[in-house]
């Protein structure tokens, strides 16, 4: 069956026009400061079935687009970025699909590596060790260890996560803390919670991109998200690249960030 063609900008204004939040016409700036971008790749299997192809070619096929992703994210101003790999459903796949999921950290980590060390990526996989193989467990830690004192750029690879099971974790890190005297019930709060989640060397998202047209989080950076803008965008995730993630960008940079507050424009305008 023939792919479907899609635009960079399917799914999402077209960057440029005329739209809610929009700030005029034209190709808007790189954002000012580093931003944290979260992806739920998707669509893998959509982009196989397209192409008569099995789904374990569309899991390969978005290892590359994943490479060029990782690559073209510092261009763009991007110094964080969480990619969902493996979530803690996606072991009801069959066992066939899992088999082949658990062997594409291991695909990317011997090809890439050496690379990602050279150029300054920090990488961190974020999720349960439960349930990988110890050779896999190996390879995470290597890969952690040989990128730990990078600074240039950090990719978490979501791995074997869940949002609700890393917020359960975090409220059992902190009982554990006041059974043990280490804190009281008091103590918890937003921040002291936070700082348990496998995400707590990194700032919360700016910006969850979902391709392949769904629209919902699927359990991915539950807590984090909290204040993130959203884009969606009708791409499969093994065709995705530089040029989508740029017009995902232009997309946020129209946006109005109010983290629950007014705008000063708006107290204006209603007074």
């Not at 992806?39 to 982009?47: C, K, L, Y």
């Not at 700032?203 to 984090?224: K, T, Y």
Request: charged share 25%.
């Amino acid at each position: 069956m023939a792919a479907k063609n899609e635009s960079p900008s399917a799914g999402v204004p077209v960057p440029g026009a005329a739209g809610p939040g929009a700030k005029g016409g034209g190709e808007r700036p790189l954002p000012e400061r580093p931003l944290h971008v979260a992806i739920v790749m998707d669509g893998n299997g959509r982009w196989a079935k397209r192409r008569s192809l099995p789904r374990t070619l569309g899991h390969r096929a978005g290892v590359e687009a994943l490479k060029r992703t990782v690559a073209a994210a510092p261009t763009l101003n991007i110094g964080w970025l969480t990619v969902y790999g493996f979530s803690t459903e996606n072991w009801s796949r069959p066992a066939a699909e899992v088999a082949e999921l658990m062997a594409l950290p291991k695909r990317y980590f011997e090809s890439d590596i050496v690379r990602l060390e050279r150029d300054g990526v920090r990488v961190r996989v974020l999720g349960q060790r439960r349930g990988l193989s110890p050779e896999l467990v190996r390879m995470i830690e290597d890969a952690q260890a040989r990128t730990a004192k990078n600074d240039r750029f950090n990719l978490n690879i979501a791995f074997n996560y869940g949002g609700q099971a890393d917020i359960v974790e975090a409220a059992r890190a902190f009982a554990l803390d006041v059974a043990e005297g280490r804190a009281r019930p008091e103590d918890l709060t937003a921040a002291a919670l936070g700082a348990r989640l496998a995400t707590a060397d990194s700032p919360p998202p700016d910006l969850v991109i979902r391709p392949s047209g769904e629209q919902r989080l699927s359990n991915f950076l539950l807590w984090e998200s909290a204040y993130a803008e959203f884009v969606f965008q009708d791409v499969l995730w093994p065709d995705y690249g530089a040029d989508h993630l740029k017009a995902a960008l232009e997309v946020f940079a129209g946006r109005e960030r109010r983290y629950g507050a007014v705008l000063p424009d708006d107290v204006l305008a209603a007074g």
